[in-house]
């Protein structure tokens, strides 16, 4: 136990350290970005500080420790780590003064690999990060069934009934469940993260195929989902057999369309956003008429351009943070240049330009 706890605290480290070389790689940067560097340097930072800090990781571990919470911090984790894989291949030409920096560079797609891998087998399975919460979880049922009983027999002793207090039903946790989930949601997390970080146009064919299979992979993505809460068993606060709440069976009900939707929107442009990262391909430069522009909190400098003919149920493709001065200048109609990777699966957003007609 205590060897898979030294492992679960090195393997924690070299995650925190990804996250600190992807941050100063940022930092290292010489721009004018009006602060956004810094802002994504913060925000590649601070995770990692969950994992380097101590104190801060065993609180973590202590608040995802239940089922939800896990699957959505296991997500996070790697969202976050592809960010911080895509931070360092964007900038592997900087100069950073680290140890080992020119050394690594050439490996970082590697390294990402590996530091997935570390995330699976450290929060996952088999999970040894959370080994001191699970002891700590097994003493505290421990004493509360001692309690149980004794209140128990103190009742029978009384000659009542002894109603207990009211228990706390939680869903049963289950890896094969969590892997499933995963899977099912990972599309869906590379499509946003592409958005801002990675945006990679879809090519016609995978267009094409989205179009004609759309509802399939739907009807596929929310079967699964609908047979994972099925699946689900819950018990109280002693490891006793309980109902569900109405909360957590509307929650069943609802979590299989959700599911669904974010597979199905996945699959379009997440596949697209990962395997330009790795793929072979050749560069291209090619045209594409604007459909609108946009600026929100959620997508800055936001531009559409138009992939498909009208009546398509996705005719475009929206990313974020464009340059301030060729957002302004655009309008609907207007055609732009895009330069970058070409591949199957689509075009890699490197460069943009307007074009003058």
């Not at 009742?155 to 039903?169: F, I």
Request: aromatic fraction near 12%; include cysteine.
């Amino acid at each position: 136990m205590r060897i898979r706890l030294l492992l679960a605290d090195a393997f924690t480290i070299l995650l925190g350290l990804f996250g600190y070389y992807a941050a100063l790689s940022v930092m290292a940067v010489k721009c004018e970005c009006g602060g956004s560097n810094y802002m994504l340097a913060a925000g590649l930072f601070l995770p990692a500080c969950a994992f380097l800090l101590p104190s801060a990781h065993a609180r973590m571990m202590s608040l995802t420790y239940r089922l939800p919470a896990r699957v959505l911090f296991l997500s996070a984790a790697m969202t976050w780590s592809f960010l911080c894989y895509v931070t360092l291949s964007k900038f592997h030409h900087v100069d950073v003064p680290l140890p080992g920096w020119g050394e690594l560079s050439p490996y970082f797609a590697l390294l990402w690999v590996l530091m997935v891998a570390l995330l699976v087998i450290n929060y996952l399975f088999p999970g040894a990060a959370y080994d001191l919460v699970r002891e700590e979880r097994a003493e505290a049922s421990r004493l509360n069934d001692e309690m149980a009983m004794a209140a128990s027999d103190d009742s029978t002793r009384n000659g009542s009934e002894g109603v207990g207090p009211k228990s706390k039903v939680k869903a049963v946790k289950s890896v094969s469940n969590n892997v499933v989930f995963l899977l099912l949601i990972a599309p869906g997390l590379f499509f946003f993260v592409g958005r801002w970080l990675a945006p990679v146009i879809p090519s016609e064919d995978v267009v094409y195929l989205w179009q004609r299979y759309v509802s399939v992979i739907f009807c596929i993505g929310a079967v699964v989902a609908a047979f994972l809460s099925m699946r689900l068993r819950y018990e109280d606060q002693f490891g006793r057999s309980a109902r569900p709440t109405l909360w957590l069976r509307i929650g069943k009900y609802f979590m299989s369309p959700v599911l669904g939707f974010v597979f199905s929107l996945g699959v379009l442009f997440g596949p697209a956003t990962v395997a330009n990262q790795f793929l072979k391909g050749e560069d291209l430069i090619a045209r594409y008429e604007v459909s609108g522009t946009d600026d929100s909190a959620r997508c800055k400098n936001e531009v559409q351009l138009r992939i498909a003919e009208d009546g398509h149920l996705w005719d475009s493709y929206d990313f974020c943070n464009v340059p301030e001065a060729l957002h302004r200048s655009l309008a609907a109609g207007d055609v732009v240049e895009v330069t970058g990777k070409q591949t199957w699966f689509g075009h890699s957003i490197e460069g943009v330009s307007r074009v003058q007609l």
